[in-house]
């Protein structure tokens, strides 16, 4: 698999405009929640053996888990990952890994049920994936972006798992303000978003995302 490399010059924009601007520092209200809850999840679990962040960027996420073996894929090298590779294409054997994640990475994927198919495989029996999905949310291709999921459709690609939890957060007012807090606006509105985001109403019709927690 050739890895994917992102343009640097994109990524030195970015930093500059964060540096003049702080405030674009500030995390999306998404980010916030979804954030919030992982950290009472991974909590919750406690230590782990065997890690693996498919799709793991920066592994923003590694911070709230104690495991013993942890290891970053991602089909770019550009934040250096413990492995270059497609979530299409696991390497590891049967039965290795002890806990996955797949956080906002399904949507990515031109074929999401060959990823959970793999990701099945190299589960040890009792092992446990954990999954985000964005719902409410705009065109973001990374490379590329082809799917939008409701709680159904992520039951329905689920189901060879033995307990699947899925769980919508976001309200219907929170991704109103994020729909409009993009471009030149997040310039004044994203100070807002901590205070956004501490709203704890969910609105399961509409929510902004999904989080599920699955046991092989």
């Keep these: 698999?050739?890895?994917?490399?992102?343009?640097v010059y994109r990524s030195n924009i970015r930093n500059?405009?964060?540096?003049?601007?702080p405030q674009l520092r500030i995390?999306?209200?998404?980010?916030i929640l979804r954030e919030r809850k992982l950290a009472a999840l991974f909590h919750m679990l406690g230590p782990v053996g065997?890690?693996?962040?498919?799709?793991a960027s920066i592994s923003p996420y590694r911070q709230y888990i104690s495991a013993e073996q942890f290891y970053a894929m991602d089909i770019s090298s550009s934040a250096s990952p413990s492995l270059v590779?497609?979530?299409h294409l696991l390497c590891f054997a049967e039965n290795t890994i002890d806990l996955v994640l797949l956080t906002e990475i399904l949507e990515?994927?031109?074929?999401?049920w060959i990823v959970l198919e793999n990701v099945f495989r190299v589960l040890k029996p009792g092992g446990m994936v954990i999954i985000t999905v964005p719902f409410t949310f705009m065109f973001h291709p990374n490379p590329n972006d082809y799917y939008r999921f409701t709680s159904q459709g992520l039951e329905h690609l689920l189901r060879q798992f033995s307990e699947v939890t899925?769980?919508?957060?976001?309200s219907r007012f929170q991704m109103l303000f994020q729909t409009i807090n993009r471009g030149v606006a997040r310039l004044f509105l994203n100070v807002l978003n901590p205070i956004v985001a501490s709203g704890s109403r969910t609105d399961v019709r509409m929510p902004l995302g999904y989080i599920v927690y699955c046991v092989k």
Aim: charged content about 20%.
């Design 50 to 55: 065997t890690v693996l962040d498919i799709g």
């Design 1 to 7: 698999m050739i890895p994917i490399k992102i343009p």
């Design 108 to 112: 990515h994927c031109h074929s999401p």
């Design 166 to 170: 899925v769980d919508a957060y976001g």
């Design 16 to 21: 500059a405009r964060e540096r003049f601007l």
């Design 27 to 31: 995390k999306s209200v998404i980010s």
């Design 85 to 87: 590779s497609d979530a």
